[in-house]
């Protein structure tokens, strides 16, 4: 039947019955077989395709006259050249943030996407990203459509991510815990993240722009973190008060003592240290091949790990794990037990401990291409060339601030400590 759809018409209709409004064609209001009424239009395209679009279902805020209203704004853009119906069902198909992260770590996974350097992404830097992806990113963006995220909704969620809104703690197994905290810091970082997924998604035309690009991130007041002598001092006394794992223990004297970064000392090999020319090639780090000094203090320690650990080949770990085969899973739970057990506060991390290396360095009046070399920093050739071609000044640099640090632990460098 036909007439201009009232009320009176929609209260009328017998399920499954269709009216047809008289006063713009192609508007219609159908009774499913329940109670339930709603509106839609038919139109065809200017190819000659007949599409139906579902206006919505009566009731707020769909009465008899809004909806007609918006049947003539369809029939607007059908007459332009549109095709709402197919436009709408693509926004539904649409690839989501969270297809498109998974997208990323595909890409990133199978090698087809090269970092700055033109390698491919670590392993360890994967599992990073998965764990920001999962912990903050899935949760407060992920049912989002990749290609409608605006730099408003980015800040909306980089704000919520230093709130900790997706804060929780998640039991993973047995001894494994999920701690998603939140901060300035995670912030920062997951930010980072979202700008290189969503840049990844410009470039398979997923989205036309990155909506990450502009966002004013969070300072993250971590890298500026140092330990104090007093400080140095009470990671000695968490070291010797401590009962965790003893080869945990060596690692975090290790760390302390060469600034290196945390995965490097945790996954580092007998074939990658040359005790007698105190030097250690590390084939897989942050930024690639990596040739680093040893001072007297770390070759001590290592000579330590060689005694008291039953070494059968020169691939095994130098710090290995207590119930495993692999890497120390469990290390930053060791480290923060130590740094409380010292008296630290919880800003105290691994990470620290490297720039609290860096910055004795420069205290120590050694330039940056020297504190670049003893840390493994990205330098290009120049840092490259400068390691082989002065060997014994970076030895000499790494035996000054290691005796420094150990001074400040109370070692006075012919201790170890452990």
């Known amino acids: 039947m036909k007439r201009r759809i009232g009320i009176r018409d929609i209260t009328s209709l017998a399920p499954g019955q269709v009216v047809w409004d008289t006063s713009v064609t192609g ?3 159908r009774r499913q077989k329940s109670e339930a009424v709603s509106y839609g239009v038919k139109y065809r395209t200017a190819a000659g395709e007949q599409r139906w679009a579902t206006i919505g279902r009566h009731g707020a805020p769909w009465t008899p006259d809004l909806a007609r209203a918006e049947a003539r704004r369809i029939m607007g853009e059908v007459a332009q ?3 709402p119906s197919r436009e709408r069902q693509g926004q539904r198909t649409a690839m989501s943030v969270a297809d498109l992260c998974a997208a990323y770590l595909t890409a990133a996974e199978t090698g087809r996407l090269p970092t700055r350097r033109g390698g491919t992404k670590r392993a360890s830097t994967l599992s990073t990203d998965r764990s920001r992806i999962s912990a903050h990113i ?5 049912d989002r459509k990749a290609g409608s995220l605006t730099q408003d909704d980015v800040e ?3 704000h919520a991510v230093a709130d900790g809104k997706a804060a929780r703690k998640q039991k993973l197994g047995k001894h494994a815990v999920s701690n998603v905290r939140g901060g300035t810091g995670a912030a920062t970082r997951t930010l980072g993240l979202l700008g290189a997924i969503f840049a990844y998604g410009v470039r398979r ?4 722009s990155n909506p990450v690009r502009g966002v004013i991130r969070p300072r993250d007041g971590r890298r500026n973190r140092r330990l104090s002598p007093e400080e140095y001092a009470g990671l000695a006394t968490g070291l010797t008060k401590n009962g965790t794992w003893p080869h945990a223990l060596t690692a975090i004297r290790f760390l302390a003592l060469t600034g290196w970064r945390t995965g490097e000392v945790t996954g580092l090999r007998w074939s990658e240290v040359d005790l007698a020319r105190r030097t250690a090639h590390l084939g897989d780090t942050k930024t690639g091949d990596s040739m680093r000094p040893l001072s007297t203090q770390a070759v001590a320690i290592l000579e330590h790990q060689r005694e008291v650990v039953e070494v059968t080949g020169s691939d095994e770990l130098v710090f290995p794990a207590a119930r495993s085969t692999g890497r120390m899973s469990g290390f930053p739970g060791m480290f923060a037990s130590v740094a409380k057990a010292g008296g630290l506060l919880e800003d105290v991390t691994p990470h620290v401990l490297r720039h609290s290396f860096a910055s004795t360095a420069a205290d120590l009046g050694f330039s940056e ?3 670049a070399a003893l840390l493994g920093h990205k330098g290009g ?3 490259r060339r400068y390691i082989h071609s002065a060997d014994a000044v970076l030895l000499a640099a790494a035996d000054r601030v290691a005796l420094e640090i150990a001074r400040m632990m109370g070692d006075g460098g ?4 452990i």
Do not use: Q
């Not at 899935?138 to 992920?142: A, C, F, I, S, Y």
């Not at 012919?414 to 400590?417: A, K, R, V």
């Open 414 to 417: 012919t201790s170890l400590g």
């Open 369 to 371: 291409p020297t504190i």
């Open 205 to 208: 035309k997923v989205c036309t």
């Open 156 to 158: 909306v969620f980089m």
């Open 27 to 29: 508007f219609f209001a």
């Open 381 to 383: 050739g120049i840092t």
């Open 81 to 83: 050249g549109g095709d």
């Open 138 to 142: 899935l949760p407060l963006l992920g």
